[in-house]
Protein backbone atom coordinates (compact mmCIF):
# COMPACT_ATOMS: atom_id res chain seq x y z
CA UNK A 1 0.00 0.00 0.00
CA UNK A 2 1.30 3.47 -0.88
CA UNK A 3 2.40 5.44 1.82
CA UNK A 4 2.64 9.26 1.53
CA UNK A 5 4.91 11.71 3.68
CA UNK A 6 4.18 15.72 3.60
CA UNK A 7 7.46 17.68 4.60
CA UNK A 8 8.09 21.64 4.40
CA UNK A 9 6.08 23.07 6.65
CA UNK A 10 6.96 25.06 9.57
CA UNK A 11 6.59 28.54 10.85
CA UNK A 12 6.71 31.48 8.91
CA UNK A 13 5.56 34.93 9.03
CA UNK A 14 2.96 36.63 7.02
CA UNK A 15 4.69 37.36 3.08
CA UNK A 16 6.50 34.59 3.77
CA UNK A 17 6.61 31.69 1.61
CA UNK A 18 7.09 27.49 1.54
CA UNK A 19 6.83 24.72 -0.20
CA UNK A 20 5.38 21.35 0.63
CA UNK A 21 6.25 17.88 -0.71
CA UNK A 22 4.68 14.88 -0.45
CA UNK A 23 6.55 11.90 -1.36
CA UNK A 24 5.03 8.30 -1.96
CA UNK A 25 6.49 4.88 -1.53
CA UNK A 26 5.27 1.32 -2.41
CA UNK A 27 3.01 2.64 -4.70
CA UNK A 28 1.21 -0.44 -5.96
CA UNK A 29 -1.79 1.27 -8.09
CA UNK A 30 -2.37 3.47 -10.74
CA UNK A 31 -2.65 6.78 -9.38
CA UNK A 32 -4.83 9.29 -10.57
CA UNK A 33 -4.22 12.33 -9.12
CA UNK A 34 -2.50 13.50 -6.18
CA UNK A 35 -4.33 16.33 -3.76
CA UNK A 36 -3.16 18.92 -1.38
CA UNK A 37 -5.62 19.71 1.47
CA UNK A 38 -5.69 21.39 4.85
CA UNK A 39 -7.12 21.61 7.99
CA UNK A 40 -7.42 23.75 10.77
CA UNK A 41 -8.20 23.28 14.33
CA UNK A 42 -12.27 22.93 14.57
CA UNK A 43 -12.50 23.07 10.81
CA UNK A 44 -13.51 20.62 8.15
CA UNK A 45 -10.88 19.14 6.04
CA UNK A 46 -10.47 21.48 2.56
CA UNK A 47 -9.44 21.33 -0.68
CA UNK A 48 -6.50 23.15 -1.89
CA UNK A 49 -5.41 22.00 -5.44
CA UNK A 50 -5.25 18.72 -7.10
CA UNK A 51 -2.93 17.25 -10.01
CA UNK A 52 -3.81 14.42 -12.24
CA UNK A 53 -0.99 12.08 -13.57
CA UNK A 54 -2.04 11.19 -16.77
CA UNK A 55 -2.34 14.67 -18.52
CA UNK A 56 -1.06 16.92 -15.31
CA UNK A 57 -4.24 18.92 -15.40
CA UNK A 58 -4.42 21.14 -12.01
CA UNK A 59 -7.26 22.19 -10.20
CA UNK A 60 -7.51 24.71 -7.30
CA UNK A 61 -10.09 26.00 -4.65
CA UNK A 62 -10.93 29.51 -5.83
CA UNK A 63 -10.19 31.24 -2.94
CA UNK A 64 -6.53 30.76 -2.65
CA UNK A 65 -6.67 33.60 -5.76
CA UNK A 66 -3.35 32.24 -7.49
CA UNK A 67 -1.41 32.19 -4.50
CA UNK A 68 -0.64 28.58 -4.42
CA UNK A 69 0.95 26.22 -7.22
CA UNK A 70 0.69 22.71 -7.37
CA UNK A 71 3.34 20.56 -9.61
CA UNK A 72 4.93 17.22 -9.91
CA UNK A 73 8.29 15.95 -10.14
CA UNK A 74 9.34 14.05 -13.16
CA UNK A 75 9.98 10.77 -11.08
CA UNK A 76 6.39 10.64 -10.38
CA UNK A 77 7.05 10.42 -6.73
CA UNK A 78 6.67 13.78 -5.44
CA UNK A 79 4.28 16.33 -5.59
CA UNK A 80 4.61 20.05 -4.33
CA UNK A 81 2.70 22.40 -3.25
CA UNK A 82 4.23 25.85 -3.23
CA UNK A 83 2.40 28.39 -1.22
CA UNK A 84 2.79 32.16 -1.70
CA UNK A 85 1.89 35.79 0.19
CA UNK A 86 1.14 33.27 3.35
CA UNK A 87 -1.57 34.58 5.49
CA UNK A 88 -1.87 33.81 9.55
CA UNK A 89 -5.49 32.44 8.31
CA UNK A 90 -3.37 29.67 6.42
CA UNK A 91 -2.24 28.27 9.52
CA UNK A 92 -3.23 24.40 9.38
CA UNK A 93 -1.88 20.80 9.17
CA UNK A 94 -1.54 20.66 5.54
CA UNK A 95 -2.13 16.93 3.99
CA UNK A 96 -1.51 15.31 0.45
CA UNK A 97 -3.52 12.73 -1.19
CA UNK A 98 -4.08 10.24 -3.71
CA UNK A 99 -6.37 8.71 -5.94
CA UNK A 100 -6.58 5.46 -6.91
CA UNK A 101 -9.96 5.89 -9.19
CA UNK A 102 -10.90 7.70 -11.34
CA UNK A 103 -13.36 10.26 -10.30
CA UNK A 104 -15.90 13.48 -11.54
CA UNK A 105 -14.18 16.19 -9.59
CA UNK A 106 -11.00 16.20 -7.38
CA UNK A 107 -12.30 18.86 -5.26
CA UNK A 108 -14.01 16.88 -2.46
CA UNK A 109 -12.16 14.24 0.67
CA UNK A 110 -13.96 11.66 -0.93
CA UNK A 111 -12.09 11.59 -3.68
CA UNK A 112 -9.44 10.32 -2.41
CA UNK A 113 -7.84 7.17 -1.03
CA UNK A 114 -4.49 7.56 0.83
CA UNK A 115 -3.68 9.96 2.94
CA UNK A 116 -0.63 10.97 4.29
CA UNK A 117 0.04 12.48 8.27
CA UNK A 118 0.09 15.85 7.58
CA UNK A 119 2.36 18.90 7.75
CA UNK A 120 1.64 21.91 10.53
CA UNK A 121 2.05 25.19 8.89
CA UNK A 122 1.54 28.19 11.19
CA UNK A 123 2.08 31.98 10.26
CA UNK A 124 2.94 34.04 12.27
CA UNK A 125 1.53 37.85 11.95
Known amino acids: QVQLVESGGGLVQAGDSLRLSCTAS????????TGWFRQAPGKEREFLAA????????YYADFLKGRFTISRANTMNTVYLQMNRLKPEDTAVYYC??????????????????WGPGTQVTVSS
Open 97 to 114: AEAGFPRLSWRSVEAFDH
Open 26 to 33: GRTFSTYA
Open 51 to 58: ITWSLRRT
